[in-house]
């Protein structure tokens, strides 16, 4: 059995939902069963958390915490099986996102990540994790063009550029898991770029 666990992350701005379609079509098209899901949600009792997330303003520690309640909900009911089965798990965003969004950004100390990530995931880490990567300033331009903001991507210049820095630097630290994507270029390309990490899998 060749399960893989695929993870999508970024800012708020960057793209990265766009391309979620082409990437199910091509691994489908290479014969793997692919399982979609998101964070925080993919689970009913997820997707309940997840309108308290956005939409509620909380302690950022609370944040956190309902972030990994989410996620433990969400392996468990979604990506363990997935993987057990044999299938593909694509994630559109997972733990990065805690230490760009919570570490990186609002300034949970990452110690405290690190000790949820290993109570709630064990040994359980994306195979691969494609980082759509854009300057502040586009992903900012491509926000304001969006439907009504929500609690996070109502944020300023200062916050997206913690979150771009932090997701760097995991990118950084975890070179064999991250594949960065250049998100600022026309869209096509981006879709190239993306699909020829697809086909490395
Ligand atoms: P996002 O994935 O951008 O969905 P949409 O495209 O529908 O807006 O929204 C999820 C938001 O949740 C995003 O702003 C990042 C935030 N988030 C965190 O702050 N921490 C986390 O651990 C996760 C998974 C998401």
């Not at 997707?47 to 915490?65: D, F, K, V, Y």
């Not at 975890?174 to 026309?186: G, K, S």
Request: glycine share 6%.
């Amino acid at each position: 059995m060749t399960s893989k666990f695929i993870t999508l992350e970024g800012m708020d701005g960057a793209g990265k939902s766009t391309h979620i379609a082409n990437i199910i079509s091509a691994l489908e098209a290479r014969g793997h069963e692919v399982v979609s899901t998101r964070e925080p949600g993919g689970t009913v009792l997820g997707e309940r958390l997840r309108e308290l997330l956005l939409h509620e303003p909380m302690h950022a520690e609370t944040e956190t915490l309902l972030m990994f309640a989410a996620r433990r909900e969400h392996i468990a009911q979604v990506i363990q099986p997935a993987l057990a089965s044999g299938a593909y798990v694509l994630s559109d965003r997972f733990t990065d996102a805690t230490y760009a969004y919570q570490a990186g950004a609002k300034g949970v100390e990452i110690d405290k990540i690190r000790t949820l990530e290993t109570w709630v995931q064990g040994a359980l880490q994306p195979d691969v994790t494609l980082l759509f990567d854009v300057p502040v300033e586009v992903s900012m331009q491509r926000l304001l063009q969006a439907r009504e903001p929500d609690k996070f991507e109502r944020e300023n210049a200062e916050f997206f550029t913690k979150i771009r820095q932090m997701y760097l630097q995991r990118a950084a630290e975890n070179p064999t898991r991250f594949r960065v994507i250049d998100a600022n270029q026309p869209l096509e390309m981006v879709s190239q770029s993306v699909l020829a990490v697809i086909s490395t899998l």
